[in-house]
């Protein structure tokens, strides 16, 4: 078993739930989970019961308060997120949240759980912002916040603004920014939706086609035609606006493709050529 290099004993918490975190002084363990390109994490099984710990240890370093005021005020409103118990920071000035253990990851994608994955999303999308405290739910400039090294790639960068020009993009609404069958767990029936780094004020026209396009590439063209009709369905975008919101998630990723180590292997890439081949807002040049 891999090695867990997170010490609850040494954490500084700032704020979160008295008990729990009480609890943690005394007899815990801590179990490696899957860690993320971010953060490192372990669940924590307690007295209080089990909890996940994600420990941001690597280059990231997101606002974890915000992030947990978010969960605090999204959990109370139902909307089906991991419960926050804590955060606080380690010795060296690493941020960690403390929340509730929601499940285990997806291991099947059939027609029954598309259904509950674009009604969760939807869901999302239609939470109520205004009455919220200032600066909870940031709001960031899209192009900067998800193509980071742009101006080293001009081919893209020329691309996305012909696609920004058709998508006329707005932040009306919560966005998860990343939402995809690995930020999602599974408790016999009930899905619920977990790290919320990226959750912003956005598009969720966005949001759902970046959802839709990973479904695709990355479960097959049958899943992905299949969520798409069920997001438009249910009122996510109309049909003529999608080829634009399509070929921002596409730029993306092929951005990402070129700054870091995105998974991808001969039938994802033979997905990725079709989607631009079928978009014309998209260029083969780009592969």
């Known amino acids: 078993m891999s090695h867990v290099n997170i010490s609850l004993n040494r954490i500084e918490w700032v704020e979160g739930d008295a008990a729990v975190l009480s609890s943690l002084k005394g007899k815990h363990e801590l179990l490696p989970l899957k860690p993320g390109l971010e953060a490192e994490v372990a669940l924590v099984e307690c007295s209080e019961g089990a909890f996940v710990a994600k420990l941001w240890n690597k280059e990231s370093r997101p606002d974890i308060e915000r992030q947990y005021k978010l969960l605090n005020i999204l959990d109370a409103q139902g909307v089906r997120v991991s419960r926050p118990y804590g955060w606080g920071r380690d010795e060296g000035g690493n941020l960690l949240l403390l929340m509730e253990y929601g499940g285990k990851p997806l291991k099947r994608l059939d027609s029954d759980t598309l259904k509950k994955m674009a009604e969760l999303l939807v869901e999302v999308h239609a939470f109520q912002t205004d009455q919220l405290p200032m600066g909870v739910i940031p709001t960031y400039d899209f192009v900067s916040y998800f193509f980071p090294a742009l101006d080293q790639h001009s081919d893209i960068n020329l691309t996305l603004q012909k696609a920004l020009d058709h998508a006329q993009y707005k932040q009306t609404s919560l966005i998860h920014g990343d939402y995809n069958l690995g930020n999602l767990l599974e408790q016999e029936t009930r899905l619920m939706i977990i790290d919320w780094t990226n959750g912003q004020m956005g598009d969720p026209r966005y949001d759902a086609a970046w959802s839709i396009f990973l479904i695709t590439i990355y479960s097959g063209e049958q899943y992905g ?50 989607i631009v081949s079928s978009n014309a807002l998209l260029d083969d040049g780009l592969l």
């Open 225 to 274: 035609h299949q969520y798409a009709k069920l997001l438009q369905e249910l009122g996510a975008f109309e049909q003529r606006e999608y080829s634009a919101f399509q070929a921002l998630a596409c730029l993306r990723w092929l951005l990402l493709s070129r700054i870091s180590d995105v998974p991808k292997d001969a039938s994802v890439m033979k997905r990725i050529r079709a």
